[in-house]
């Protein structure tokens, strides 16, 4: 997939949603280039970018994965569901 997207913006995270929302949210999930999504959150969302501190490092971006409407990045083992178009 490129990552050539129109718009970019925070749905929610795994901590604020159930399990059920989580599931239909995850699913058919494949493995995403986290730096990318990075590199878009700092375009797209910059307030998200500075508040996650997307400066430093991250151990888990490489975790991160996509759907066909969301890209879900990782971050301090919290799963951030953002929708693109």
């Not at 949603?17 to 969302?45: C, F, P, T, Y």
């Amino acid at each position: 997939m490129i990552y050539d997207i129109k718009r970019l913006e925070y749905e929610c995270d795994c901590t604020s949603i159930s399990i059920q929302k989580w599931n239909r949210l995850m699913e058919d999930s494949v493995k995403a280039n986290g730096s990318k999504i990075k590199s878009l959150i700092k375009k797209h969302i910059p307030s998200l970018y500075e508040s996650l501190a997307l400066n430093f490092y991250n151990p888990y971006q490489s975790n991160s994965v996509r759907t066909k409407t969301h890209f879900i990045y990782i971050h301090s083992g919290i799963e951030y569901f953002l929708k693109f178009e």
